[in-house]
Every structure is written in structure tokens, then in C-alpha cells.
């Protein structure tokens, strides 16, 4: 352990994972809530179009995913909000049409795109210094506006109608909430890549609901199975040299299956327990 700390594309590595574990467990303690895991796969799959043009285009990929990531975030709620189209119909189309722009675009780019794997399937190992000071202050802006607007978007997370009845700005909240979303996916999938990033907002506050039925404990919870999950994952691939995101989302996934079976078998004996005093 001590000779792996001593590489920085290891320690980075470990800083990047802690950080983006924080953000992924209160971005996705509010897509849990507001019962939107899918936008996550939808505003994922159009990140693919962003890549495809910017490979084509010849700019940078990473940065053109986002604006496709804010664009198809924004898209969902406008179509959502305003024209009454179903939240899920809509994330069918987004994912779609991301997709296809996608393939098009890498198809048309001449000869091999040497990146493209990693935004798919994740390269920890490639955090660089620069990324760790991107993924900080986005945690960082992410931390002011939740420890600002907590109440907000709690109540807009759970009854957006009854928020709109008290007075709230449920506009605002939304379009904010739906940015930084667009924005932790962008991120995350440097981490886990395009195919595994569900996993990481999703699993942890899973995990946390089957404790805790708070939003505030089920974001602190799923923060700290986040953690533990990602760093084990970082160094279990680091032992038995396996890609670490896939490690990550088997140890989060393994998580959630034991917290299920401890509570099911805890439910058991506690029956038993008051059938034998009757």
C-alpha cells in the first residue's frame, strides 16, 4: 500500500473517487427521491453524442459531452414542464437521439478514436491534477447551494406540486438541480464510464434507503457507502489487477445485496422472537 501511495496517478486516483463519491451521494440522493434514476442513463447516453461531434469536429470531447449533457437535462424538464410529455418518454428520446448523433459522428471521424473507450467503460487511473481541482469545485459549488437551498430542494424533490402551493421557487430549483446533474454525470464518467455510471448514483442512496427514510440521513448514508464502496473498489482492482470500475459497481452492488439479506433475516428472527413469547 505504502509503494502504491507513492505513485501520483494512484493517489490521484483515490482523491478523484472521494471526491466525486460526496458529490454522486447528494446528486443522487434527489434523482432517488424525485424517482428520475432513468435521467441519469438518458443524459449519459446523449453525453455519447457530445463525444462523437467533438472527435469530429476535432475539439475537445469531454467538453462538448457537457454542453450535450446540459442541453438533454434542460431538454427533459422543458419537454416535461411544458409541453406535459412524460418524463420517461422523454429521457426515451434524449437517449436516443444522443446515441445516434453518436455513432454517426464517431463513424464519420477518420481513423481510430483512441479515447472512446475510456468514456465508455471509465479510466480512474487517468485523474489528472487538473481534474481533481475541476471535480473539488464543483463539489464545492454543489455544497454551497445545497447547505443554501436545502429546504427547497427537499420539498421540490418530493412534492413539486405541494412546493408550488407554498410559494416555492420550484423552477428555479429544478433547472439548477437538473445543471448539476448534467454536470456529475460529465464528470463521472471519467470515473466509471458511460455504461457503469448509474450504478454510483443509485446503489449507495439504495443502500442508505434501507436504513433511513430522511432525505438529509439517506444523503449523509449513502455518502459514506459511496466512499467506503469507491476507495475498496481503487484498491481491490490495485491487488488482483482488474479495471476499477467494475470493481467499484460489484462492491456498491454487493453492499446493497447484504443490506437487503441483513434486513430480511433481522425481519425473520424478530417475528420468531414475538411468536415464541405468544
Known sequence: MTELLGYSFFTNALIGVLIISVASAMIGTYIVSRRLVAISGGVTHACFGGLGLGYYLG??????????????????????????????????????????????FVFLTP?????????????????SHTDLWIFAGYTALLGVFFVWKFREIVVCAFDRDFARVAGLPVRFISVVMTVFVAICIVLTIRLVGIMLLMSMISLPQMTAETFCNRFK???????????AGCVSGVLLSAYIDVPCSALIVIVLASVFILSKLYVAVSGRIALRREAAKG
Request: no cysteine; charged share 10%; glycine share 10%.
Open 111 to 127: 481513423g481510430f478514436v483512441p479515447e472512446l473507450n475510456a468514456f465508455l467503460f471509465g479510466n480512474i487511473l487517468n485523474i
Open 217 to 227: 440521513t439517506i444523503m449523509l448514508t449513502s455518502t459514506g457507502v459511496s466512499v
Open 59 to 104: 475539439v475537445n470531447p469531454a467538453a462538448m459531452a457537457a454542453v450535450f449533457a446540459v442541453g438533454s437535462s434542460l431538454g427533459v424538464e422543458w419537454m416535461s414542464t411544458r409541453h406535459r410529455v412524460r418524463e420517461d418518454s422523454a429521457i426515451a428520446v434524449i437517449w436516443s437521439i444522443g446515441m445516434a448523433v453518436g455513432v454517426l
